[in-house]
């Protein structure tokens, strides 16, 4: 069996084991829906004197998708790992052909591709639901690929480290809750301390990225100028890509050998 075909069973199985799994299914798609119909609907963010949810709608786009992308790879990747240590599975693995990088190759694509579902979703309950003005841009489907990699590659990592399903679950929400509000997805680097090194999350790259592709304030449109403290869509993809690179590999050398 080619590489090729090996990547493509790998993911084939996965996508099938995910959609016989309809609780995983409703809430990968309803947890970020219930986000934007609190913040959106509910808590009505509306541009102000730049307060917590005071930033105009379009403003957490970016952080409506970094909840999906986050949260989704590391839950997903890691039981999926801590799942495969329980049964043995990577000791029969390990008789095949299908090299560990594979196996998380396999994952990842699935992931992408049900993530990007997700994503679509996002993007039009932002804008019917929250009223947010969105700038279509092509850069969101790199941008996702490359952050679902990443925190695929972390969520193999953590499924390595923690010693059971249970454990992955409480792991991957200790690392994701304190990235998702210290990324510059809801709170605006002005309410957080100067001495906070924000650069340090990788989810600050996507975020970052993510707003300065899609997002238009007033004086953006107005002097058709990105404010200086946006930088450029394409320099924070070139970053992500770059961790995302190193993250995956990094999980895929925790992959066990044998259980």
Same mark, same amino acid.
């Given at each position: 069996m080619s590489r090729l075909r090996r990547i493509r069973s790998e993911a084939v199985a996965s996508g099938k084991a995910f959609l016989r799994r309809r609780t995983a299914v409703f809430f990968t798609f309803f947890f970020p829906a219930i986000i934007i119909l609190i913040f959106g609907a509910l808590i009505q963010t509306?541009?102000?004197?730049?307060?917590?949810?005071?930033?105009?709608?379009?403003?957490? #786009?970016?952080?409506?998708?970094?909840? @999906?992308? $986050? !949260?989704?790879? +590391?839950?997903? =990747?890691?039981?999926? /790992? *801590?799942?495969?240590?329980?049964?043995?599975?990577?000791?029969?693995?390990?008789t095949t052909p299908l090299r560990r990088w594979e196996w998380l190759l396999g994952q990842t694509l699935v992931n992408v591709a049900i993530i990007g579902?997700?994503?679509?979703?996002?993007?039009?309950?932002?804008?019917?639901?929250?009223?947010?003005?969105?700038?279509?841009?092509?850069?969101? #489907?790199?941008?996702?690929?490359?952050? @679902?990699? $990443? !925190?695929?590659? +972390?969520?193999? =990592?953590?499924?390595? /480290? *923690?010693?059971?399903?249970?454990g992955v679950v409480a792991a991957s929400n200790g690392v994701a809750l304190p990235l998702l509000f210290l990324s510059e997805t809801f709170v605006p680097p002005s309410l957080l301390p100067d001495w906070l090194p924000l650069w340090l999350s990788p989810l600050t790259y996507f975020s970052r990225g993510v707003r300065a592709a899609t997002y238009r304030p007033v004086e953006t449109l107005a002097t058709g100028r990105v404010p200086g403290?946006?930088?450029?869509?394409?320099?924070?993809?070139?970053?992500?890509? *770059?961790?995302?690179?190193?993250?995956?590999?990094?999980?895929?050398?925790?992959?066990?050998?044998?259980?």
């Open positions: 509306t541009g102000g004197s730049g307060g917590l949810f005071t930033e105009p709608p379009g403003y957490y #786009v970016s952080g409506y998708l970094a909840v @999906v992308v $986050l !949260f989704t790879p +590391l839950s997903r =990747v890691g039981s999926e /790992v *801590a799942r495969h240590r329980a049964g043995s599975r990577f000791e029969k693995l390990a579902v997700a994503a679509a979703g996002i993007l039009l309950l932002a804008v019917a639901v929250a009223g947010a003005s969105v700038a279509p841009s092509l850069l969101l #489907v790199p941008y996702v690929g490359f952050g @679902v990699a $990443l !925190f695929c590659g +972390l969520g193999a =990592v953590l499924g390595r /480290v *923690a010693d059971s399903q249970d403290g946006v930088a450029p869509a394409e320099g924070n993809l070139l970053v992500l890509a *770059a961790l995302a690179v190193g993250f995956f590999l990094a999980g895929a050398a925790a992959l066990p050998r044998t259980d």
